[in-house]
């Protein structure tokens, strides 16, 4: 019988997760350990996680000043990407830390903590492994509650070759050698706001780096393959100047303190906006300041205007569940155009607006497939199906309408919509994570 999907049980709300991940990039293979602070709203014998691909050895739980309860069962289901972790007796209610050993794959799937080959300059194949975590992968890589509306903040630690670059979210924090391993040290991150799992990422390879910082003082780093720094130029530039709009043009100041745009040689799309850590297709985002051509430069304009938008709209604002995705991707379809209109005056974008936005929306919409901008999503594995030209293309053309109607003054607006609010509570807390 084939199992239904529903949404994971809440009797536990993750707080923090603490990740140690070991990479053995020769096997393809690491080790995780894992210990989730959580609340436990109601007393419960099992908690449902979701996991793919991992193959979990030990669980504890302790409860404040409760005995340590050791799972007694861990069932794995492959059809709803989940793992139920059984216990002897009920947890009691109250803050504790779930704790699990476990193994995963660094897969070739481009999903998931993956592998992706480069060849250094001598001809010889090397792998980095790097994240992809939307919209519902985090689980490939830890076993965790892997909804967007589950945040929580993240302490990442990766060991790692000591000569190779290791990249997250958020600064490092500390290293450390590691005794009897001489060729490994111990790269600790520092604590992530809360946030969504599909927005984690972590990257271990070999790269150079270029930076620089924005007006207000936001450290931007472009990293490029070794030797190849002249070919970061033109995004570094792109992404000072599309950080610093932004932060003016919302009024909300960037919460991490850096952003760094990462280069993988395996991408599936065009880039992904893991919060601090913007990792892009190679072709997306570096320019070869001899060879490419303007048209280039503008689509790398835009795709890094894109990803930083969404440092707001997805990252810091997000959605309550995948049904709402348009709010992420038209929002930031829009917003790029908004964005290189003012940084890059001279490609006097909007000329190109409707032909590239629009008509793809219509192209989608015409056929008897297309469906609403919004969209009942059921399980994740529907999602994939909706990174398409209506929830981009589409939700952006309708907003570029408001934002004409409306404009950028919204003091009136301001006004009548508190007011408003009273009245649409319920659906307001649909988008706001
Ligand atoms: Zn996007």
Redesign the pocket.
């Given at each position: 019988m084939k199992a239904t999907f529903s949404r994971l049980p809440v009797a536990l709300r993750p707080i923090n997760y603490v990740l140690k991940l070991k990479p053995h990039i020769k096997t393809f293979q690491f080790t995780g350990s894992e210990s989730i602070e959580v609340e436990v709203c109601k007393s419960t014998t099992s908690v449902v996680l979701n996991s793919v691909n991992l193959d979990l050895k030990e669980a504890t739980i302790k409860v404040e000043d409760h005995d340590i309860i050791k799972a007694c069962n861990i069932v794995p289901s492959e059809e709803l990407e989940t793992v139920t972790i059984h216990f002897p007796r009920d947890i009691p209610r109250g803050k504790g830390y779930l704790n699990i050993e476990y193994i995963g794959e660094i897969g070739e799937q481009m999903k998931g903590w993956y592998r992706a080959k480069y060849t250094i300059s001598e001809g010889e194949e090397r792998y980095a492994c790097s994240t992809m975590f939307e919209p519902s992968d985090a689980r490939r890589c830890f076993p965790c509650w892997d909804e967007p509306a589950h945040k929580a903040t993240f302490d990442i630690t990766l060991i790692v070759p000591k000569d190779r670059t290791a990249i997250s979210n958020m600064p490092i924090a500390s290293e450390k050698n590691i005794e009897g391993s001489p060729e490994l040290r111990e790269v600790v991150f520092e604590r992530t706001p809360i946030m969504s799992t599909y927005l984690v990422a972590f990257f271990v390879g070999e790269l150079d780096h270029i930076r620089d910082t924005t007006e207000m003082g936001r450290l931007i780093r472009v990293f490029t393959p070794k030797g190849l720094q002249e070919h970061g130029k033109f995004a570094l530039n792109a992404a000072v100047k599309s950080l610093t709009f932004f932060e003016k043009y919302f009024d909300v100041p960037y919460p991490l303190p850096k952003v760094d745009l990462v280069p993988v040689p395996d991408f599936q799309s065009g880039a992904m906006?893991n919060w601090g850590m913007v990792t892009f297709r190679e072709d997306c985002m570096l320019v070869d300041p001899e060879n490419s051509s303007t048209s280039r430069k503008q689509w790398i304009a835009i795709i890094v205007a894109?990803?930083l938008a969404?440092q707001w709209f997805?990252n810091l604002v997000t959605m309550e569940w995948w049904t709402h995705l348009w709010l992420?991707?038209g929002y930031?379809?829009f917003s790029e155009y908004l964005c290189v209109d003012s940084v890059f005056p001279e490609y006097e974008i909007w000329t190109q607006f409707v032909t590239d936005t629009t008509f793809g929306a219509f192209s989608l919409d015409s056929m008897k497939n297309s469906h609403p901008i919004e969209v009942p999503v059921n399980s994740p594995s529907e999602v994939d199906e909706i990174f398409d030209e209506i929830s981009?293309n589409k939700g952006a053309s309708v907003i570029r309408m408001l934002h004409s109607y409306i404009g950028d003054d919204v003091s009136w607006l301001n006004k009548y919509w508190s007011n408003l609010c009273l009245y649409r509570k319920p659906n307001l807390k649909s988008i706001i994570g």
């Open positions: 906006e894109h990803e969404h997805g992420n991707e930031a379809s981009y």
